[in-house]
C-alpha cells in the first residue's frame, strides 16, 4: 500500500491540475503522470501486462495522439478564462462535488472484506492467463474489438482526407507562373538572394547588405521577421572598437566610416521591397 | 263499418311459379333500364338517335305487358298470381330477399297505366323537347323512372318496393331539376328529395318492423302470417306505412314538394307527379290491405289525411293562376280521392285504383294539353296571359276539354264513374266521408271551369309578341288517344269489371246499399258539380279577366296561392329550427369543439417554446444534464441501500 | 488487502474527469478529461479483479482501453477536421444544431 498511498495524492493533484491550467499542452503533461501513476497501480493491483499496456498504449501512443493534434492545432490555444454559458461553471462544480461526496459516501459504505488476491488466477503467469480469457470467454468480444479498431482507422482516415480541388502544381507551371509574375508586376525573376555572411555572423537571421549598404529583406525567412527576431548587421558591429583594442589598436578608417554611416540603418520589418 | 274484419277473408298473397308467357315478366322492366343505361353511358354519340330508342323501349314493355295482361285474362281466378324468382338479392343470416317479380290483377293494372301512359308521354316528349339539347339525357332519365317503377310496382316483397321506391325517388329528383341552369328548379328537386326522405324514413321503418314480427320482407310471407300480430302493431304498421304514401303521394301533412315540382318539364309533370309516380302511396296502401284490413285506426288516420289534402289542394287549385300549380293542387285533390277509397277498406279499395287508372288517363291528358298550351304560348304558364286559345289550337283545346269533362265527372265520362263510386261507397259506410267528398267534386268543378274559361274562352290577353299555334302531331297524337281513355276509361266499371277482378287481391266486401239510391247520388253530385261550375263562370266568364292578379283579395284566396301556407308551416315549424340548431352545432363545433381541439397544440406549443431553449447547443450543457440525471440514479441507489 | 482506497480513489478521479468535461471548452482538454473518466473506471476494474480473485476484471479494463484507443482515433479526427473549417478547436463553437 505505500505505492498506493505515496501516488494517490499525487494522481489527484494532477487530475485537479488538468482541471485548473491553461494550456493544453500542459493538461497533456499533467496526464501522462496520472496515466504513468496508474500503471505503477496496475502493477501493485497484481496486473503486470496491464502495466505495460498502460505505459505502451496509452501513455505512449493515445497521449503522442494527443500531443500531435496538439501541435496541429496550434501549442499556444488555451482557453479564455469566460465562462460564456451561463451558470455552467457553477452548476457543473456543484455538481462533481455532489457526485464526488455520494460515490465517496456510497463506496465507503461497502465492506468488501478481505480481497481474494490473484495468487491463484496468476498461477502459470498473468499474460497466459489473460491470454486463456480472451481467446475463449471474450473471443468474440475480442473479434467485434478488432473489427471496431478497423473501423474507427478507416473512419479516421475518411475524416482526414481532404480533397485535392486544384491541379497539382508542375516545375513547369511553377516556371510560367513566374514568368508571368515577371510580365505583371516586375517580380524578380531569380531566386531569393541568401542571408547575409558575416566575419563574425553567419546566420539566416541576419540579412544580407546591399551595394548601398542597406538590409536586403527578403534575404531572410518571413517567418524570423514576423516573429521580430532578425538582427541588424551594423548593429552587431558596434563593438568593433573594443575589438580592435582588444587585438592589437591597428585602426582601419576605411572600414570605419563606412560602419558609421550604416549604424543608423535598423533592420526592415519586412522584406520584399527590392 | 268494420265487421267484415272479424270474418277472416283477408286475401292471402300465394302466387304460382311463372312458366310459359309469363317468364317474360322481367323483360317488362329490363327494356326501360336497359334503355336508360345506354342512353345515360353512351354518352353524346347516342344524341342523334337516344329518343328514338328511348321512346321504342317503353312501347316494347307495353307491348309485353299487353300480352301477359290477355294471357292473364284467359286464366282461372285462383291461377292469376304469378311469381317469377330473378336471383337471391340479399341473404344475410335470417334476411333472406329475393329479386321476385309479382304479376297479378293489381300489378297488371299498373303495367298497363304505366307503359302505356309512359310510352305516350315518351312520344309526346320527343316533339316537346325537340329544341332541348340535353333531349338524350331527358329520355334516359324518363326511362330509369319507367323501370324504377316498374320495379315499384312487381316486386313481390317490401325491400323491392323499396328499391323502385327510391328509384322514382332519384328519377323524379333528376327531373323536377332537369333544367338545373335555374335556380327555381334546383331547389324544388332539392325540396322533393328531401320531403320524400321524410315519407321514405317511415316506409324504410315499417320493412324493418315487418323483418322484426315476420322475419321476412315478402308479401307471400306476411300476409299469410299478418293475422298473428296484434292489432296495435297493425296500427303502427299502418301509420308508418301512411308516412311513406304521404311522403310520395303529396299528402299533408307533406304536401309542398309537388307545387314547386312543377319546375320540371310538363311531360315529367304528366307521367310523373301526375299519372304513376305520386299515386304509388295509394298503390302502397292497397297492397298492404292485409295491415290495413286488421288496423281500423290506421284507416280513421288515412281518411282524415285524405279528407285534408283532398280540400286542402283544391283549395291550391282554385287560387293559382300559374297552370301548371293549379293542376298540381288538383293531382293533390285528386289523391286525395284515391285515399279516401283506400282509407274506406275493403270497399273502398276497387275505386281506389280505379280512380287511379281513370286520373292516370285525363290527368295525363290535361297536364300534356297544358304543355302544348305553353308550347304555343312561349313557355308562359300564366293563365292570366291566356284567353280564347280554342280558336287557335283547336285540337289542344277539344283534348283539354275532354279531360275536363272526365275531371269534373260529367256523366258518362271515366271520372264520372270512378269518382261516383268512391261517393257512393263513402256514403255507405260513412254519411260524413261522403258527404264531404261529394262536396270535393263541387269544388272540382269550379276550379277545373275556372281554369278551361281562362284558358280557353274570354278574351284575349296575349303579350305581343305572342302567336298561338297548334303543336305537331308527334304532340297531339298522344293527346288525342289519352282524350280517348279519358272518355272511355269508365268502361272498366262495366258490369263492375274491375271490382271483380281486384277482389281476390283486395278482399271481398258484402253489398252495402248506400242510404239513398245511387242514381240519387249521382244527380246531387252532378249538381254540386255544375253549382261550382257556375260559380266559376260567375267569377271569371262574366267578367274581364285582368292581367295581372288583383291584389285586393279575400283571405282565402291569398291562402290559397300561398298553397295554403304549407311552405310557412315547413319553415317555421321544421326549417328554421333546424337552420338554428345548425348554426348552433357549427358554433359548438368551431368554438367548444375545434377550441378544445386547437387549444391543447397551442398550449403544447406555448410549452414547447419555452422548453426548447434546453435545446441551446452547447454539447456541455447537455453534459450536465447527463451528470444530473446520473446523479439522481446514485442517490437513489444509495438511498435504496441505506434505507 | 483491502480495495475500497482504490475505490475511493476511482470515484474522485472520475468525478474530477467529470467536472473537467462539463468546464473545460478545449476540445482536445474535453477529450482528455473523458481519458481520464475511463482511466479511473479502469482502476475500479481493475482493483474489482483483485478482490474478487478472477481475471475478469482485466479482461474488461484491457476492452476498455482498447475501445478508448479506437474513440481517440476518430474522436481527435474529428476534432482535426471541425478545427479546419471553422479554425477554432473550442466546444462552445459547434452550437448550432440547436433550437
Redesign the interface.
Known sequence: MTAFWILAPIMVIAALGILFVRKAVHAALLLAVVMISLAVLYAALDAPFLFAVQIIVYTGAILMLFLFVLMLVGVDASDSVVETIRGQRVLASLGGLALGLVLVIGLGQISLGTAVGLDDANGEGNIQALANLLFSKYVFGFEVTSALLITAAVGAMVLAHRERLTPKPTQASLAAQRLRDYADSGKHLGPLPPPGVYARHNAVDTPALLPDGTAAGSSVSRVLAARGTVRSAPALADDIEELNRQIGGATHAGRESEAAVTTTETTPATGGEH | MYAFNEGGAIPVVDPTTADGVFTLLWLVVALPLAGAAILLIGGRRTDRWGHLLGTALPIGSFVISLVLFISLLGRGDDERQVMQHLYTWIEVGHLNVGMDLLYDQLSALFLLLITGVGSLIHIYSIGYMAHDPRRRRFFGYLNLFVAAMLVLVLSENYLGLFLGWEGVGLASYLLIGFWQHKPTAAAAAKKAFVLNRVGDMGLSLAIMMFFVLFGSTSFHVISEAAGNASEKQMTILGLLLLLGACGKSAQFPLQAWLMDAMEGPTPVSALIHAATMVTAGVYLIVRSNFVFDRAPDARTVVLVVALISLFWGAWIGCAKDDIKKSLAGSTMSQIGYMMTAAGLGVAGYPFAIFHLLTHGFFKADLFLSAGSVMHGMNDDVDMRHYGLLRKAMPVTFLTFTMGYLAIIGFPGFSGFWSKDGIIETALSQNILVGVLAALGAGVTGFYMTRMMLMTFFTDKRWEKDVHPHESPTVMTGPLVVLAALAVFGGLLILNDWIVDWLSPVTGTAPHESPPIPALAISAIVFVLVLAGAAVAWLVVGRQAVPRTAPTQVSWVTRAGREEVYGNVINDTLVVDPGRHLTAGVLATDRYVVDGALTGGPVAIGAVAGVARRAQNGFVRSYALSLLGGALIVALALLAVNLA | ?????????S????????????????A??V???V??ML?AS??AL??F????????G??A???V??????????G??????I??TRRS????D??????
Open positions: 488487502m483491502n480495495i475500497t482506497a482504490y475505490i475511493v480513489l470515484g474522485i478521479l472520475f468525478t474530477i474527469g467529470c467536472v473537467g468535461v462539463l468546464t473545460r471548452r478545449n482536445i482538454v477529450f482528455m478529461c481519458e481520464l482511466n479502469n482502476l481493475v482493483a479483479s483483485r478482490q474478487h480473485g478472477n481475471l475478469d482485466q479482461v479494463a484491457f476492452f482501453m482498447v475501445v478508448a484507443a479506437a474513440e481517440v482515433v476518430v481527435l479526427a474529428i476534432i482535426m477536421t478545427f479546419r478547436a473550442s466546444v462552445d459547434a452550437s448550432l444544431l440547436k433550437y
